[in-house]
């Protein structure tokens, strides 16, 4: 189903032509992990108590299945974003590759946890260098410092733009377009609907 108007495909022929067609949830899942895979890093966008949105680069984890849609971050508990999601837990997290235009779009809601079984899976030694010892024998820095929590986002929607060619094909496609007068979309623009993700929990 068509997320445009008849009205907006007439007047916006890119969005139209880039609608994807008949992809399976997991196709979608798998193209989103490439995405974010290539992209690496993410911006997570929250909300103060003012009203003012927060945006910072982080490294989601990797995930933990063929069909993990949640993001995983670790982060240190004392940082003000984690105010920012006691205060309202919507946000967002974007990611885009600059050499090839694909990018990401979540939004959903985080959840914090500081689950020392999660965070034991998830750890990586060099994360140690973002939290530091403190040399008090309590902050030391590593997976058992009570500074390292778990925000995960679980997304209510995720819409991602997934190139299809490569770079110079995709030049080649928009100059003709331009030529002719004839709009063109070199890839795919797909959405996971707040309904899949809650059917990707049981594939």
């Known amino acids: 189903m068509s997320d445009l108007s008849p009205e907006q495909a007439r007047l916006d022929p890119y969005s139209s032509i880039a609608e994807s067609g008949n992809v399976t949830l997991q196709e979608k899942i798998t193209g989103l992990h490439t995405v974010i895979q290539k992209a690496k890093?993410?911006?997570?966008?929250?909300?103060?108590v003012n009203g003012n949105l927060h945006s910072r680069a982080m490294t989601p984890t990797k995930p933990l299945s063929d069909t993990q849609l949640n993001l995983v971050f670790?982060?240190?508990?004392?940082?003000?974003?984690?105010?920012?999601?006691?205060?309202?837990?919507?946000?967002?997290?974007?990611?885009?590759?600059?050499?090839?235009?694909?990018?990401?779009?979540?939004?959903?809601?985080?959840?914090?946890?500081e689950?020392?079984?999660?965070?034991?899976?998830?750890?990586?030694?060099?994360?140690?260098?973002?939290?530091?010892?403190?040399?008090?024998?309590?902050?030391?820095?590593?997976?058992?410092?009570?500074?390292?929590a778990v925000i995960e986002v679980v997304p209510d929607e995720i819409k991602y733009?997934?190139?299809?060619?490569?770079?110079?094909?995709?030049t080649t496609e928009v100059a003709y377009a331009a030529a002719t007068g004839k709009a063109t979309a070199p890839g795919q623009s797909r959405i996971i609907t707040k309904e899949e993700v809650q059917l990707s929990q049981g594939l």
């Open 41 to 48: 890093v993410g911006m997570l966008v929250t909300r103060d």
């Open 74 to 113: 670790l982060a240190n508990n004392a940082s003000h974003k984690f105010n920012d999601i006691e205060n309202d837990a919507h946000v967002n997290v974007s990611f885009c590759d600059a050499s090839s235009t694909d990018w990401a779009s979540y939004s959903g809601r985080a959840r914090i946890t």
């Open 115 to 148: 689950d020392q079984e999660l965070i034991n899976k998830l750890w990586s030694p060099i994360l140690t260098g973002y939290f530091g010892d403190l040399k008090d024998g309590v902050h030391k820095g590593d997976k058992t410092d009570p500074r390292v």
């Open 161 to 170: 733009w997934i190139t299809n060619h490569s770079s110079a094909v995709r």
